[in-house]
């Protein structure tokens, strides 16, 4: 036999995949049913050929590919789920409506079912377009079948609007009992959870707006407050301000209304002094401020004030301790601001005065270390130019004398009448009169330096001694004298002036100067002049320049007419320069010509020359030596 076995694989894959094309939607929702019918019988013949033997190869590969054709002229779409689904999620919606909660249980239940259904439906294979389509009618048929109305939720809100006016404004409700504000409060609440409530009935809304206008009627109604009517306090308290009572105004305020009120607790006083009074069930009474609350009085306040003023002015505010000043000072000043508060306290007034009458109490009674301590007049007195001007000199004389007397105080002040105050560790002082401490001056001795410096003057010490002590003395002299006619000079000025000026006396007389200490040297050289006493400026000049050489710790600063030279910073060195004497060249040539060819007369001549200077040099020593005796 030549042939082979029938191969059937293709058979069986062709077979199998009909099958699954058979389950497909485009095989359910394909709308021509030839098509389908051609894929039923197309496996319906390849089932019946499989079965029957033998079976030959052609057959078995024309029902395989009978059946693939019948799979390719199917033409159906994929089930489109999207009008299903949009219906589903409306429904869900309205369920969660107030129209569905409103409606009927019968027109509920199909809503309810619709949904189901199509819920149902879109889990299950094989759902066709027609199948999905009319789901989706039938839950769209129910919403619109709902019977109930969409609920109205005005007057719920209105309720809950007027419950939170009463919960921040009304009296009613901070004045009720405690119960009766926590079931209005909680029936607030609820209503607020029920209108956010999408579900909510108009039945349910309906009832909780009644609720809470029933819970606001009621607040006041058999309360402890309704049964207790407050009683006004006798007393007033007064206060600075009745718009912002102090904390001890408040509290004088509750002890009058609480006296007055014993069946209830105060349990608040505010800025104005309305006093609230709460009772055993919560419920409160409200007394006015107008009724509780008067003015304030500061009468005795300025008279304490006045008083205080009057005392900084008297001996005992001046001597009394820095303690008991300052407190005074302070009381006065805290008691003035207290009157001029407007709005201060009874309490501030009467303490602010209180403190001020303490203060001057203290200052005219109070112990100090100066009440402790008698002011001890010192034995010495100090000399004083003027007894109304001391000087700073007398003054801190004063100072010195009388802390020597006084060592348990401090000498604070001298004033300049000598008035001497003496303080003590508490601040507290004593003053001891200028009567007590001072006393006149005496020129005596200043009168004496004056006539002996003028005596000075007239000396030839004086006129050979330096400048400066020439004009020391001068001066010491002329200041002198201004201190002896100034009647308000002190004693000092009068001492010093007088010690100055022998001082500058003893400088004139044994004072060492440059001319002391140099001893003037005459010049090797000495000019011709042809006048000795009336040298030209160029004989002067030559004179000058002589002795200058020969003396250079000293300046030369001046050659009079005869040729005596000054050497200076010592004026004290007068010397007359070795020159005079000589005869010019002219007239030693008239010399010559009157002893024409004779040496002797020449010679006669330079003797004379000679001797000139001889005579001249003499006339410098001796010019010193004079000078140096003198001084």
């Known amino acids: 036999l030549s042939g082979k076995e029938t191969d059937k694989t293709a058979l069986t894959d062709a077979i199998n995949k009909g099958k699954a094309a058979q389950k497909s939607d485009r095989y359910y929702n394909d709308a021509n049913d030839a098509d389908k019918s051609a ?16 079976l030959t190869q052609a057959t078995a590969d024309q029902d395989a590919k009978a059946i693939q054709d019948a799979i390719n002229g199917l033409k159906g779409q994929p089930t489109n789920l999207d009008k299903l689904n949009q219906a589903i999620s409306q429904g869900t919606s309205a369920q969660a409506g107030s129209k569905y909660a409103n ?43 709902l019977s109930g109305k969409e609920t109205d939720k005005t007057a719920l809100t209105d309720a809950i609007n007027k419950g939170h006016n009463t919960q921040t404004d009304s009296s009613d409700y901070q004045d009720t009992s405690d119960a009766k504000r926590r079931q209005l409060d909680q029936d607030i609440t609820d209503a607020e959870t029920l209108n956010q409530d ?9 009832a909780v707006a009644k609720k809470i206008s029933d819970d606001i009627n009621n607040l006041n109604q058999g309360t402890d407050a309704a049964n207790n009517k407050p009683v006004i306090p006798t007393t007033k308290t007064p206060v600075g301000d009745n718009s912002h009572l102090t904390d001890d105004e408040k509290g004088q305020v509750k002890d009058n209304v609480q006296e007055s009120n014993p069946a209830g607790k105060v349990t608040n006083v505010d800025d104005h002094g309305n006093t609230t009074i709460t009772y055993p069930d919560g419920s409160k009474n409200v007394v006015s401020g107008k009724d509780t609350t008067t003015g304030t009085s500061k009468d005795n306040l300025n008279k304490s004030i006045d008083s205080g003023n009057n005392t ?50 203290n200052v005219n009674n109070g112990q100090t270390d100066a009440s402790k301590n008698k002011p001890v007049i010192p034995t010495t007195k100090t000399p004083v130019g003027d007894t109304s001007h001391l000087t700073d000199d007398e003054k801190s004389q004063v ?65 050979n001694t330096s400048d400066q002590n020439r004009a020391d003395l001068d001066k010491a002299i002329k200041h002198g004298q201004d201190v002896v006619n100034d009647p308000h000079a002190s004693q000092k ?28 040297v ?110």
């Open 39 to 54: 894929l039923d019988n197309a496996l319906s013949q390849a089932a019946t050929d499989l079965n029957n033997n033998p």
């Open 103 to 145: 409606s009927s249980d019968d027109s509920k239940a199909a809503l309810d079912q619709a949904i189901k259904a199509g819920q149902t439906a879109k889990t299950q294979s094989g759902l066709t377009q027609k199948e999905a389509d009319a789901d989706a009618s039938a839950i769209e048929k129910a919403i619109n079948g």
């Open 198 to 206: 999408p579900k909510a009935s108009q039945s349910n809304v309906d």
């Open 312 to 361: 900084k002015s008297s001996g005992n505010y001046a001597n009394t301790s820095d303690q008991n000043r300052a407190d005074l000072d302070n009381a006065i000043k805290h008691g003035q601001d207290v009157a001029n508060n407007q709005n201060a306290s009874q309490k501030d007034i009467d303490e602010a005065a209180k403190a001020i009458n303490k203060a001057i109490d």
């Open 399 to 463: 100072k010195d004398n009388v802390q020597k007397s006084n060592s348990n105080g401090k000498v604070t002040n001298v004033d300049d009448n000598g008035n001497t105050t003496i303080t003590y560790p508490d601040g507290s002082k004593n003053v001891i009169s200028g009567k007590d401490t001072t006393t006149g001056t005496s020129k005596d001795d200043l009168n004496k330096a004056i006539n002996n410096g003028n005596s000075a003057k007239t000396s030839g010490n004086y006129t």
């Open 493 to 520: 000025d009068i001492d010093e002036a007088a010690k100055d000026i022998n001082k500058a006396i003893d400088n004139v007389n044994n004072g060492q100067t440059d001319a002391s200490k140099n001893k003037p």
């Open 522 to 631: 005459i010049p090797t050289t000495k000019t011709p002049v042809g006048d000795n006493s009336h040298l030209t400026d160029d004989e002067k000049g030559q004179v000058k320049d002589n002795v200058q050489k020969s003396n250079s710790n000293g300046k030369v600063t001046n050659v009079d007419d005869q040729g005596n030279t000054t050497i200076e910073p010592a004026k004290m060195v007068s010397v007359k320069e070795a020159a005079p004497a000589e005869m010019t060249a002219q007239k030693a040539a008239q010399a010559q010509d009157q002893l024409p060819q004779t040496g002797e007369d020449n010679s006669k001549a330079a003797f004379g020359l000679g001797l000139a200077s001889i005579l001249g040099g003499i006339g410098i020593l001796g010019a010193f030596k004079r000078k140096k005796k003198e001084n």
